[in-house]
């Protein structure tokens, strides 16, 4: 399971990365992973373990935003899509989440999902009826245009 420092570091990498347009971080990366002892040369304390790979959709002018997401006690979510992928990781409580055409799902913390682009987001509900869940979103969008269309 990654810590916060970890996801942060991550993120902020593959957030740098999309708005340079360059893979070659995380190609490196792979590489460091996958070579032996290559990772223990460059810093024996840090570890790549590769979660989640997806290709992103082209588009023209594309935004990388990085936000956190607390949901309220027993709080749901309405139906939505979103224009770009959606990659997210719980950072506390327990949440239910459902992306068509998949079924439902429950995730806690240290668990992750992916949303394919224009796929509806039917429902995030927070299980807890006592605590907020809190959740690490980094979502790929269009510049100057909405990130979310209700619906």
Known sequence: MMNRREVNRFLALAAGTMMTGGASIFAEAAQAQSSPGSAARAND????????????????????????????????????????????????????????????????????FYEPPMHVHRQLKNLSASKPAKILIFEVGEKGKPFTIEG
């Open 45 to 112: 304390s840090i570890g790549v373990q590769n979660l989640l790979s997806e290709p992103l959709a082209k588009m023209e002018n594309p935004e990388v935003r990085m936000l956190t997401l607390t949901v309220a006690p027993g709080a749901t979510s309405h139906a939505h899509r979103h224009t770009g992928p959606v990659f997210a990781y719980i950072l506390e409580g327990e949440i239910e989440n459902q992306v068509e055409p998949e079924e439902a799902k429950t995730y806690k913390a240290g668990e992750f």
